[in-house]
């Protein structure tokens, strides 16, 4: 038995992933919520293996293999975001301006409102003082000062708009995942899609903020 697709690279489960994304985003309504989490779900399931396939090419505790099973992990939490966002019973968290500063979904949308109003002090009144933004292609951003730099200094996009998909909230913990249109310091029109997961403080601020993205592999 052939364990290679005539046309395709790499093993059966990689080709058979890719082709289960092409035939669910041709057939998804892209404006309807729940086909976009399937949609979500199967482009998670296809980066994740694709990832550990990556890593299975590279040696035992190479910065290389770590880095493809981070990916790998970070495609499998994307993933529990959508399907969370498939059972829950109210699929989106309206924003309502009766919502204190300590309700999570709404202190998250805050958070995008402020990013995308380039409102920095704004945003750092979200955060604790010693707070932890972490994303890809950067060592953590800590406290107040880190993330003030990381978006007057850092950020490699001029401006844009963040579309929030889903938002769900439990405990402390908060989930987001959503669209992002804009353009680069270069110019370039960027779009994307995100999950991130973001932890209240006890004082109702955020502590942590980490975000994935939804992209090929390198």
Not at 62 to 71: E, F, G, V, W
């Amino acid at each position: 038995m052939s364990t290679t697709h005539p046309q395709l690279d790499g093993p059966p489960r990689l080709w058979l992933l890719d082709g289960l994304v092409e035939a669910v985003r041709a057939a998804s309504d892209r404006t309807d919520p729940l086909d976009e989490t399937v949609l979500c779900l199967a482009e998670s399931a296809a980066i994740a293996a694709a990832s550990v396939e990556r890593a299975r090419s590279e040696p035992h505790g190479s910065t290389a293999r770590r880095a493809a099973m981070a990916r790998s992990l970070a495609a499998a939490r994307a993933a529990v975001v959508c399907a969370t966002y498939a059972l829950a019973d109210e699929p989106r968290v309206e924003w309502n301006k009766t919502m204190t500063a300590t309700d999570g979904a709404a202190l998250a949308r805050a958070v995008y409102d402020r990013v995308d109003a380039d409102d920095v002090e704004g945003l750092l009144a979200l955060f604790t003082e010693d707070c932890v933004y972490t994303r890809p292609g950067y060592d953590p951003w800590v406290g107040h000062a880190g993330l003030a730099t990381f978006y007057r200094e850092a950020r490699s996009i001029r401006s844009g708009a963040h579309t929030l998909t889903t938002v769900l909230a439990t405990g402390r913990d908060v989930a987001v995942h959503g669209e992002f249109h804009g353009l680069l310091r270069t110019g370039d029109e960027v779009h994307l899609r995100f999950a991130e997961f973001l932890e209240l403080a006890a004082d109702g601020r955020f502590a942590r903020r980490t975000t994935y993205y939804f992209a090929p592999l390198a």
